[in-house]
Each structure stands twice: as structure tokens, then as C-alpha cells.
């Protein structure tokens, strides 16, 4: 007869079992670093938007994020238009953000040159407390840092990387 035994499903059935018992941590912590990175690409392209429209329109355009949550926006300021905005239950549930120098909410202009009204280079570090602590080890969230520099470029950067050179370095 043509066919399987139920010996030979409940053997496949084990076996399947246990390739997903060893593979669900990893997959887990894959989710919580993609939702990191999400957030982090999220805030850049913000930015880079924010400044890319406060040069075509030769005005004041200012990015805000607004709380914890990596929520934020787009406006002009004069006259009062929202460009872009995004939640940041978006595909980054879980993410968080932490400003440095200063405090959330966190509001940048950009003017006519692309120039921001920091006083000194910002960073916006996008962690995860569901995935873990940040670090290297096993299980560790790979978390990310935008910086915004005085003269109103932005670059995405990891942290963790402290190798001479390595264009990821923070």
C-alpha cells in the first residue's frame, strides 16, 4: 500500500517539533532587532525628507518626534502644512527612542541651506525593551543611533561597532 503510517507522521511530526523549539529564540530576537531597525530607518528618512524640503522650498521645515513611541512628522512652519508623518506603531511596535543632548519631544528645523537649528550633534538611540538589552551577546538587541550633526547631515550608526574605520561607527 501507498501512504504513511501514523508511526511515520508522529516521527515527522517530533522532528519538525524540535527543529522549531531550537529555532524560535532566534527567530524571536530576529523580530525584536527588525523592528529596531524599522524605527531607526524610519527617524533617517524623516530627517533626510525634513531637510530635503526645507532646501526645495526655501523655508523652515521642522521634524518632531514626538514621544518614546519613535512617532513623528514633517511640517512647514510657514504657512502651518503637514508634509509626512508616521506612527510608530508601524512596524516598530516595540521600538523606543532616547534623545541625546536634551529631552523628548524633540523638535529640529532645518532652513534654507539644510542647516539645522542644533546647537551641538544630537543623537536619537532606538532601542528595544522587549528584545533585551543592547549588546553584542547572545539574545542581545542590536540597537541603532541616529545622529543629526549641527550642519544638518544624518547618518544612522550601531553603537556597538568600535572598529577604526567601519563606516557603522557612531
Known amino acids: 500500500m501507498r501512504g504513511f503510517t501514523l508511526i511515520e507522521i508522529m516521527i515527522g511530526l517530533v522532528i519538525l517539533g524540535l527543529l522549531m523549539a531550537l529555532g524560535l ?6 523580530l525584536q532587532n527588525t523592528q529596531v531597525r ?5 527617524i533617517q528618512n ?16 521642522s521634524f518632531t518626534i514626538a514621544g518614546p513611541d519613535s512617532t513623528w512628522s ?4 510657514d504657512p ?8 510608530g506603531s508601524e512596524g516598530a511596535a516595540n521600538a523606543q527612542v532616547a534623545v541625546s543632548p536634551g529631552t523628548l519631544p524633540l523638535v529640529i528645523a532645518f532652513d534654507g541651506l539644510g542647516k539645522s537649528n542644533l546647537a551641538a550633534k544630537t543623537t536619537i538611540a532606538v532601542t528595544n525593551p522587549v528584545g533585551g538589552s543592547c549588546g ?5 538587541m542590536r540597537c ?3 545622529a543629526i550633526s549641527v550642519g544638518g547631515q544624518v547618518k544612522m550608526c550601531d553603537p556597538q561597532v ?6 557603522r561607527k557612531c
Not at 25 to 30: A, G, L, R, V, Y
Not at 74 to 77: A, G, K, Q
Not at 136 to 140: E, M, R, S
Open 46 to 61: 524623516g530627517l533626510q525628507v525634513a531637510r530635503a524640503e526645507a532646501i526645495r522650498r526655501n523655508t523652515l521645515v
Open 38 to 42: 524599522n524605527a531607526a530607518d524610519s
Open 136 to 140: 553584542t551577546g547572545a539574545g542581545n
Open 162 to 167: 568600535t572598529t577604526a574605520g567601519d563606516t
Open 25 to 30: 529564540p532566534s527567530f524571536f530576537t530576529f
Open 80 to 87: 502651518a502644512l503637514n508634509i509626512e508623518q508616521h506612527a
Open 144 to 146: 541603532l543611533n541616529v
Open 74 to 77: 514633517v511640517d512647514v512652519n
